[in-house]
């Protein structure tokens, strides 16, 4: 599971999780492909520090441990 899927799931939740994951420029991302592994987290990281605004970047640390949680139950 990516983070991008995670995240489309959340996007009926009425939290600032679910209010992220509704952001336009959340959705789509597109990973270059390299012989690097992908650091997932620091791409979208740069994505919610380009959108501006605070409270993303509180809602996308809250995410991002949700996700983390997400995976190791997987």
């Not at 997932?40 to 919610?48: A, G, L, N, R, S």
């Not at 993303?56 to 995410?63: P, R």
Request: hydrophobic content about 40%; charged content about 30%; aromatic content about 14%.
């Amino acid at each position: 599971m990516t983070f991008e899927s995670w995240l489309f799931e959340q996007q009926y939740r009425e939290d600032t999780i679910g209010a992220l994951a509704r952001v336009p420029s959340m959705q789509r991302i597109e990973y270059k492909s390299s012989n690097r592994k992908i650091d997932e987290h620091k791409i979208w990281t740069d994505i919610v520090i380009s959108i501006s605004e605070l409270g993303y970047v509180e809602a996308f640390n809250d995410a991002w441990q949700e996700f983390q949680a997400a995976q190791r139950k997987a």
